[in-house]
């Protein structure tokens, strides 16, 4: 931009506007400052600024205004309550006649001044004024008459006369609230003095709440007011109703409660039909109504069915989700109510069912006693079992209704086998009944596993759960009998095997059938060892028959290889632990693993089962060596030095480049750190030489051979021999020698090292060099 000012007089022209556009910035500021608060300074030097102000002008009005009114409060009660008496019956006329008139006529001419908050503040003391001139006439003209029921006629009268005056006076926000909290207590009160009951209580509640809610529904600023006011009132009628229900002793006490549970139901629905967004009346109508109706139920019915019936009703109010005719807002809320009574009877019967599944663990406290768990205690959790039906029934109907949720599925799935499973035994049905039937559920718990596809993807993994713990449960209490267990160890494996071996479903379900049928056949040799009365540690070497049978057939097991194969690896470690008590056999069975992982490792995909075939191996000889008494640690190591070197020296014949130490290592330090821990605790001369030639053969190959492993292990074994042969010499030595001999010598060493210490460094380098050319 081009100006015919020179840059230093334009600069200078632009720094005075800048400061004039900052004096009328501050200037602005300051007015709408006073604007705002009151009067305040219209202009301040900009590097003077006023003292920081804590509180708004309006906060401290306010703070002004609520203290005189509360002033004026006091004043009036301490009149009221202490110099009332000391006045004649005209004099104390007059004076509440003029106080009260003045307070509450004197926000008239506060309006007009456009002062309200004032004007707040002196309605407030008139309102009060006007509560204590009704106990005023009570305490001089009534004084015989009935408090309670004063009091209902006062609440009346004055709501009534607050919300005129408020309607007088819009412009008092105070008054309409006021009036609409005093009418909550004209029919209550009203009752109370009757010397009602409870349940009459209840009704003058929850009529007290049907007027709020009738005012609410107008929309008015104080709408919420009233909402709220309906909402605790409400609330108060239904836990009237709940409570007297609960201690009804027969249907005929139960019914006042039930209607008025009933009334409150049928209060939340409209008001949830009227109002599109009130679902949550809606919802506590619904629960509402399962009280009204399971309550009638309740005295005629022990605490099972009770449940089950208040549950009936729930499922009706949330079969509401159905229906399309409903309002949303209606739909939405009791479809909540019925699932929010429903699923505290769910939980309340897992807990039962859970209670007899454990209770069947007992059998192991002495297996094979024939003690038949199936008594007739578990008959009173039948209604557990129905109501746990129903829910599934429920859930499983919510399918078509939430289209694309699996929840409702996999609930179905759950609770539907959690109702059957137990049945047998809630019902107390015979020991091979029993069976039986627990079998079947397991057993189609397990098939809609193998038939769950991607939809049913949830449904599917709830059954597969379901149908493990089947199977263990049963499996478990099956060993009350010698028959039972192998009856439903050999279904269960058939069945299990069937389901890998012809399912089509998913992947995940055939596995898991596969290792459940694994798992049944190693049940089942451990209960033939049993019957056959061997020894524990002679129900391995049959056990691993399973390992070995599903090494035989993995090529043929094909998706459900891997599983099976780790089933059947539990199995070996199994035979194992039941073998550790006994060496010998426990050696024999080492050794039949490793047989086993040896055939297994001919495959090319199994070639890692090799090292663990090794281990076995070297693990049976050792547990042989042990059991027949051998403390020589060369025993022990020499086979696996042997072992390995012979692995090793094969892979450098197929891979030249292969380093000596992955080659030779491992087999050299097998033998020689064990024998060189023993030669420092052998007094005899045997090993000590024994070790040395070897290591010394060791040394010298490495060398012939160029390879560093050999080398350096040797070279450090024979060392290690020859200090320790040396060993008793050097301390002869010291102990001879003068005590400031040793320290002498070490610092001459420090010295001479510390001379030649270029020349160390280079020798060192050459050494590693020489070192790292070696194979």
Same mark, same amino acid.
Not at 57 to 67: D, E, F, H
Not at 68 to 85: M, N, P
Not at 264 to 275: D, E, P, Y
């Given at each position: 931009?081009?100006?015919?000012?020179?840059?230093?007089?334009?600069?200078?022209?632009?720094?005075?506007?800048?400061?004039?556009?900052?004096?009328?910035?501050?200037?602005?500021?300051?007015?709408?400052?006073?604007?705002?608060?009151?009067?305040?300074?219209?202009?301040?030097?900009?590097?003077?600024?006023?003292?920081?102000?804590?509180?708004?002008?309006?906060?401290?009005?306010?703070?002004?205004?609520?203290?005189?009114?509360?002033?004026?409060?006091?004043?009036?009660?301490?009149?009221?309550?202490?110099?009332?008496?000391?006045?004649?019956?005209?004099?104390?006329?007059?004076?509440?006649?003029?106080?009260?008139?003045?307070?509450?006529?004197?926000?008239?001419?506060?309006?007009?001044?456009?002062?309200?908050?004032?004007?707040?503040?002196?309605?407030?003391?008139?309102?009060?004024?006007?509560?204590?001139?009704?106990?005023?006439?009570?305490?001089?003209?009534?004084?015989?008459?009935?408090?309670?029921?004063?009091?209902?006629?006062?609440? +009346?009268?004055? @709501? !009534? =006369?607050?919300?005129?005056? &408020?309607? %007088?006076?819009? $412009? *008092?926000?105070?008054? /309409?609230? #006021?009036?609409?909290?005093?009418?909550?207590?004209?029919?209550?009160?009203?009752?109370?003095?009757?010397?009602?009951?409870?349940?009459?209580?209840?009704?003058?509640?929850?009529?007290?709440?049907?007027?709020?809610?009738?005012?609410?529904?107008?929309?008015?600023?104080?709408?919420?007011? +009233?909402?709220? @006011? !309906? =909402?605790?009132?409400?609330? &108060?009628? %239904?836990?009237? $109703? *709940?409570?007297?229900? /609960?201690? #009804?002793?027969?249907?005929?006490?139960?019914?006042?409660?039930?209607?008025?549970?009933?009334?409150?139901?049928?209060?939340?629905?409209?008001?949830?039909?009227?109002?599109?967004?009130?679902?949550?009346?809606?919802?506590?109508?619904?629960?509402?109504?399962?009280?009204?109706?399971?309550?009638?139920?309740?005295? !005629?019915?022990?605490?099972?069915?009770?449940?089950?019936?208040?549950? *009936?009703?729930?499922?009706?109010?949330?079969?509401?989700?159905?229906?399309?005719?409903?309002?949303?807002?209606?739909?939405?809320?009791?479809?909540?109510?019925?699932?929010?009574?429903?699923?505290?009877?769910?939980?309340?019967?897992?807990?039962?069912?859970?209670?007899?599944?454990?209770?069947?663990?007992?059998?192991?406290?002495?297996?094979?006693? !024939?003690?038949?768990?199936?008594?007739?205690?578990?008959?009173?959790?039948?209604?557990?079992?129905?109501?746990?039906?129903?829910?599934?029934?429920?859930?499983?109907?919510?399918?078509?209704?939430?289209?694309?949720?699996?929840?409702?599925?996999?609930?179905?799935?759950?609770?539907?086998?959690?109702?059957?499973?137990?049945?047998?035994?809630?019902?107390?049905?015979?020991?091979?009944?029993?069976?039986?039937?627990?079998?079947?559920?397991?057993?189609?718990?397990?098939?809609?596993?193998?038939?769950?596809?991607?939809?049913?993807?949830?449904?599917?993994?709830?059954?597969?759960?379901?149908?493990?713990?089947?199977?263990?449960?049963?499996?478990?209490?099956?060993?009350?009998?010698?028959?039972?267990?192998?009856?439903?160890?050999?279904?269960?494996?058939?069945?299990?095997?069937?389901?890998?071996?012809?399912?089509?479903?998913?992947?995940?379900?055939?596995?898991?059938?596969?290792?459940?049928?694994?798992?049944?056949?190693?049940?089942?040799?451990?209960?033939?060892?049993?019957?056959?009365?061997?020894?524990?540690?002679?129900?391995?070497?049959?056990?691993?028959?399973?390992?070995?049978?599903?090494?035989?057939?993995?090529?043929?097991?094909?998706?459900?290889?891997?599983?099976?194969?780790?089933?059947?690896?539990?199995?070996?470690?199994?035979?194992?632990?039941?073998?550790?008590?006994?060496?010998?056999?426990?050696?024999?069975?080492?050794?039949?693993?490793?047989?086993?992982?040896?055939?297994?490792?001919?495959?090319?995909?199994?070639?890692?089962?090799?090292?663990?075939?090794?281990?076995?191996?070297?693990?049976?000889?050792?547990?042989?060596?042990?059991?027949?008494?051998?403390?020589?640690?060369?025993?022990?190591?020499?086979?696996?030095?042997?072992?390995?070197?012979?692995?090793?020296?094969?892979?450098?014949?197929?891979?030249?480049?292969?380093?000596?130490?992955?080659?030779?290592?491992?087999?050299?330090?097998?033998?020689?750190?064990?024998?060189?821990?023993?030669?420092?605790?052998?007094?005899?001369?045997?090993?000590?030489?024994?070790?040395?030639?070897?290591?010394?053969?060791?040394?010298?190959?490495?060398?012939?051979?160029?390879?560093?492993?050999?080398?350096?292990?040797?070279?450090?074994?024979?060392?290690?021999?020859?200090?320790?042969?040396?060993?008793?010499?050097?301390?002869?030595?010291?102990?001879?020698?003068?005590?400031?001999?040793?320290?002498?010598?070490?610092?001459?060493?420090?010295?001479?090292?510390?001379?030649?210490?270029?020349?160390?460094?280079?020798?060192?380098?050459?050494?590693?060099?020489?070192?790292?050319?070696?194979?």
């Amino acid at each position: 931009m081009e100006t015919p000012l020179p840059p230093a007089e334009e600069l200078a022209l632009i720094d005075r506007e800048l400061a004039q556009l900052d004096a009328r910035r501050i200037y602005l500021l300051g007015r709408r400052q006073w604007l705002l608060s009151g009067p305040a300074p219209l202009w301040a030097p900009p590097g003077a600024p006023g003292p920081a102000k804590e509180a708004s002008a309006p906060s401290a009005q306010n703070v002004l205004l609520a203290l005189g009114a509360v002033l004026l409060a006091v004043a009036a009660l301490a009149f009221t309550l202490v110099s009332w008496g000391s006045m004649g019956i005209a004099g104390r006329s007059a004076v509440l006649a003029a106080v009260t008139g003045a307070a509450l006529g004197a926000p008239v001419l506060l309006l007009r001044r456009t002062l309200r908050s004032t004007a707040e503040a002196v309605a407030a003391v008139g309102l009060l004024l006007t509560v204590l001139d009704a106990y005023a006439l009570y305490a001089v003209g009534m004084p015989g008459a009935d408090g309670t029921a004063y009091a209902a006629g006062a609440a +009346a009268v004055l @709501a !009534a =006369a607050w919300a005129g005056y &408020g309607r %007088a006076l819009p $412009g *008092l926000r105070l008054p /309409v609230p #006021a009036a609409l909290l005093t009418a909550q207590l004209p029919i209550p009160l009203a009752v109370l003095a009757g010397a009602a009951g409870p349940v009459w209580v209840g009704w003058a509640l929850l009529a007290t709440a049907a007027l709020d809610a009738a005012l609410a529904a107008g929309g008015r600023a104080w709408a919420r007011l +009233a909402w709220a @006011a !309906a =909402a605790v009132l409400g609330s &108060g009628a %239904a836990l009237v $109703g *709940l409570s007297e229900s /609960v201690i #009804a002793t027969s249907a005929g006490h139960a019914l006042a409660p039930s209607a008025l549970l009933g009334a409150v139901a049928a209060l939340g629905v409209a008001v949830a039909w009227r109002i599109p967004g009130a679902w949550p009346a809606a919802t506590a109508g619904g629960l509402a109504a399962v009280a009204a109706l399971g309550g009638l139920a309740r005295p !005629a019915l022990d605490t099972g069915w009770t449940v089950v019936a208040h549950l *009936l009703v729930a499922l009706a109010v949330l079969g509401a989700v159905r229906a399309s005719a409903l309002p949303e807002a209606v739909r939405r809320g009791l479809a909540r109510a019925g699932a929010g009574a429903t699923v505290p009877v769910a939980v309340w019967a897992l807990a039962w069912v859970a209670t007899v599944l454990v209770a069947r663990l007992r059998v192991l406290e002495q297996v094979w006693a !024939a003690t038949t768990p199936f008594a007739a205690p578990y008959r009173l959790g039948a209604a557990a079992s129905v109501a746990l039906l129903l829910t599934a029934a429920a859930a499983w109907s919510l399918v078509r209704v939430l289209p694309g949720r699996p929840e409702p599925g996999a609930a179905a799935v759950a609770l539907g086998w959690a109702g059957l499973f137990p049945a047998p035994l809630l019902l107390g049905a015979p020991a091979g009944a029993a069976f039986a039937a627990q079998l079947a559920v397991t057993v189609a718990a397990g098939a809609l596993a193998l038939r769950s596809g991607a939809a049913g993807r949830a449904a599917g993994i709830v059954a597969g759960a379901c149908a493990l713990l089947g199977a263990v449960s049963v499996s478990v209490a099956a060993l009350d009998g010698r028959l039972a267990t192998f009856a439903v160890l050999g279904s269960l494996g058939a069945a299990s095997a069937a389901g890998a071996a012809y399912g089509r479903g998913a992947a995940w379900a055939r596995s898991g059938a596969a290792a459940l049928a694994v798992a049944c056949a190693a049940g089942l040799l451990v209960a033939l060892g049993a019957v056959l009365g061997w020894p524990v540690a002679w129900w391995a070497p049959p056990l691993l028959a399973v390992p070995a049978a599903v090494a035989a057939l993995g090529p043929r097991l094909g998706a459900v290889r891997v599983p099976a194969e780790a089933s059947a690896a539990a199995a070996g470690g199994l035979a194992l632990a039941l073998a550790a008590t006994d060496a010998p056999v426990l050696a024999l069975v080492l050794a039949l693993a490793g047989v086993v992982c040896a055939g297994a490792a001919v495959r090319p995909e199994r070639r890692s089962a090799g090292w663990a075939a090794g281990v076995l191996f070297l693990a049976a000889t050792w547990v042989r060596l042990a059991a027949s008494g051998v403390g020589v640690p060369e025993a022990y190591s020499l086979p696996v030095t042997a072992a390995a070197l012979a692995v090793g020296f094969v892979r450098r014949r197929k891979d030249a480049a292969a380093s000596s130490w992955t080659a030779y290592g491992p087999g050299l330090a097998a033998t020689a750190l064990p024998s060189l821990l023993a030669v420092w605790g052998d007094p005899y001369w045997p090993r000590p030489l024994l070790l040395g030639l070897a290591a010394l053969a060791v040394t010298l190959e490495g060398a012939r051979r160029r390879l560093q492993a050999p080398l350096v292990l040797g070279g450090a074994t024979l060392a290690a021999v020859a200090v320790h042969e040396l060993t008793p010499y050097v301390v002869q030595v010291v102990d001879a020698l003068p005590r400031w001999l040793p320290p002498a010598l070490a610092g001459l060493l420090l010295l001479a090292v510390g001379a030649t210490y270029e020349k160390r460094l280079r020798d060192a380098r050459r050494m590693r060099e020489a070192l790292g050319r070696l194979g």
